[in-house]
């Protein structure tokens, strides 16, 4: 993968706490980013669950809960699973052309600016930055046309017990990560350091992201104006529809955990084909969830068509994990090859 250090780097600071806006702004800058650029965003969402592209919002957050205390759902662009925000959690996003997407690469700065707090952070797995065994900073990423983005949370001292309140873990996921709680798997940095405070962590982004992509300078900052595109894109993630997303009545339902994320096939079946097909899953690569959605959909049902379709659409996509792809493609064809094969033939 090529190295990204040579790239003009810029500075974007969010204005306001609202998710739905604060998303809106990163979905401008991904459209807009020029193949030169590399780009840091600092934002905060107050009382804000953040889900994955792909997942269920009724089966991740007490959404009554939330919106009754005042907070809000929001749906990404991205994978992965759901996240609690609140002004104790610095939310930052990284943006670059897409063929200089390295996601330790592109992190540094962030474990960087950890560290030289005095956090002694480290690399785990391979979306966490851990203190100890504990998460303090989790992230996802999404591919877009020409540019991609790395985005994550950096817990300082966020209420953790409104965390545990409003987000809900499959019991499944709790058992495969060998965990008791929410709470049990993650920690502020303010148990580990007392006194540091989010504009703390912002200070020591800019300056590890300064040094490693701008010669220890100051960052040049973007100001973002409101715009018609700006609108619309917020209009989009306020939408009930996106962040709820159609629930009909599926016919067929089957679903089941691995080591890389869970997936819940839902299917509407009528006269012997695929009428819908809605795929909820936590895995971090959100348009492959996507591609096998729009492939699925009225297509015979018939075992070895679905099985082939499946297949192709695995092996068809660009993964930046080759040992992640090879699980994903044997794990998730022998699943539901076993599984369908009890339903039709």
Known sequence: MAQSDHLQARLVLGKGHDPWYNLAVEEYLLENLNSSEIIIYLWQNEKTVVIGRNQNAWQECLVGKLEADGGKLARRLSGGGAVFHDLGNLNYTILMPRRFYQLQEQ???????????????????????????????????????????????????SDLFKLAAYLKVAEAKIKA???????????????????????????????????????????????????????????????????????????????????????????????????????????????????LTNNLKDQPFKLAQLLQ????????????????????????????????????Y
Request: hydrophobic share 40%; no cysteine; glycine share 6%.
């Open 107 to 157: 992190l540094t700065p962030i474990l960087t600016a950890l560290q030289d707090l005095g956090i002694a952070a480290k690399f785990s797995g391979r979306n966490d930055l851990l203190y100890q065994d504990k998460k303090i900073s989790g992230n996802a990423f999404y591919y877009g046309k020409k540019s991609a983005y790395i985005h994550g949370t950096v817990l300082v001292n």
């Open 177 to 291: 990560k060998g965990i008791d709680s929410v709470i049990s798997r993650v920690i502020n940095l303010t148990d580990i350091e007392q006194n540091i405070t989010v504009a703390d962590v912002i200070a020591a982004i800019k300056n590890s992201f300064s040094k490693k992509y701008n010669g220890g300078q100051t960052l040049p900052q973007i100001m973002i104006e409101k715009n018609d595109r700006l609108t619309e894109l917020y209009t989009k993630y306020a939408d009930w529809n996106w962040r709820f997303g159609k629930t009909p009545d599926f016919d067929l339902a089957l679903a089941h955990r691995f080591s890389w994320g869970g997936i819940e096939l839902n299917l509407k079946l009528s006269d012997a084909r695929i009428k819908e097909a809605v795929i909820y899953s936590d895995l971090m690569y959100s348009d492959l969830v996507q591609q």
């Open 309 to 344: 379709i499946v297949k192709k659409t695995l092996a068809d996509y660009s993964y930046s994990d080759q040992v992640v792809k090879q699980q994903i493609k044997t794990e998730l064809s022998s699943w539901l090859a076993a599984e369908l094969a009890e339903i039709i």
